[in-house]
C-alpha cells in the first residue's frame, strides 16, 4: 500500500498569504497525485488532477507541482472562503489511498 | 444537474447489515467508474471499494473484504454497497465518488462526489 504523508498538519494564515501544502508517498507514483478541498460539513471537491492540472471551475490561486514521490498544492493569495482541510490522493496502485489531511485556518 | 445522491445510512448493531445506495444523475453513469469513500467522524478519507463501468471489475480495501460487496445497475443509474458484518469501527459518512475514468484499474481521479449517508453501528 502507498502511504501518502502530508504536512504541515495545520496552518493558521491571513488572508491573502500563501499557502505551501507538501504531500510526500512512500514510493514513485509518476503524475497519479490529486488534491481535494472538504470545508467543514460538506463533501470533498477536486482541485487537482494529475499533480498540476486544474479542474474545471477552480480558482487560478490553486495550483499544484511534483513528480514521483513530493508534491505540492499552493493557494496564492489565500481568500476567507478557502478555510477547509486539503487532501491529496493516489490513484497510481489499488488500494487507493489519500493523505492524512491539512487544515488551513484564516486568522 | 450532475449529481450523485446517497442514501441508506442509518443507526445498525454489531454484526447487522446495510445496504447503501448512490443514484447518479446528469452523466453517463454506465461510461464510468465509481468508488465507495468514507470518513469517520472528524477523521479523514478512506477509499473503500471501486466499480468498473461495466461492473466486472470490483475491488475492495482490506479493511472491508469478505464483509462488503459493491454492484451497480446501470439501468438505474444506481450504485449499491451492501455491507454486512458490521463492525464499530465502520461507523462513518459514505460518498460515493464517480472517477474521471472508465475502470478501477485505470482510476483517474474522483470529479464529482455526494453529499454522503451517515452509518452508525453502536450497542
Known amino acids: 500500500e502507498i502511504v501518502l504523508t502530508q504536512s504541515p498538519d495545520f496552518q493558521s494564515v491571513t488572508a491573502k498569504e500563501k499557502v505551501t501544502i507538501t504531500c510526500r508517498a512512500s514510493?514513485?507514483?509518476?503524475?497519479?497525485l490529486h488534491w481535494y478541498q472538504q470545508k467543514p460539513d460538506q463533501s470533498p471537491k477536486l482541485l487537482i488532477k494529475?499533480?498540476?492540472q486544474s479542474f474545471s471551475g477552480v480558482p487560478s490561486r490553486f495550483s499544484g507541482s511534483g513528480f514521483g514521490t513530493d508534491f505540492t498544492l499552493t493557494i496564492n493569495s489565500l481568500e476567507a472562503e478557502d478555510a477547509a482541510t486539503y487532501y491529496c490522493h493516489q490513484s497510481s496502485s489499488l488500494p487507493f489511498t489519500f493523505g492524512p489531511g491539512t487544515k488551513v485556518e484564516i486568522k | 444537474e450532475v449529481q450523485l445522491l446517497e442514501s441508506g445510512g442509518g443507526l445498525v448493531q454489531p454484526g447487522g447489515s446495510l445496504r447503501l445506495s448512490c443514484a447518479a444523475s446528469?452523466?453517463?453513469?454506465?461510461?464510468?467508474?465509481v468508488n465507495w469513500v468514507r470518513q469517520a467522524p472528524g477523521k479523514g478519507l478512506e477509499w473503500v471499494s471501486g466499480?468498473?463501468?461495466?461492473?466486472?471489475?470490483?475491488f475492495y480495501a482490506d479493511s472491508v473484504k469478505g464483509r462488503f460487496t459493491i454492484s451497480r445497475d446501470n439501468s438505474k443509474n444506481t450504485l449499491y454497497l451492501q455491507m454486512n458484518s458490521l463492525r464499530v469501527d465502520d461507523t462513518a459518512v459514505y460518498y460515493c465518488?464517480?472517477?474521471?475514468?472508465?475502470?478501477?484499474?485505470?482510476?483517474?481521479?474522483?470529479?464529482?462526489w455526494g453529499r454522503g449517508t451517515l452509518v452508525t453501528v453502536s450497542p
Open positions: 446528469g452523466f453517463t453513469f454506465s461510461s464510468y467508474a
Open positions: 465518488a464517480k472517477d474521471g475514468g472508465a475502470t478501477v484499474t485505470t482510476s483517474k481521479y474522483f470529479d464529482l
Open positions: 466499480i468498473s463501468d461495466g461492473g466486472g471489475g470490483t
Open positions: 494529475y499533480a498540476s
Open positions: 514510493r514513485s507514483i509518476g503524475s497519479s
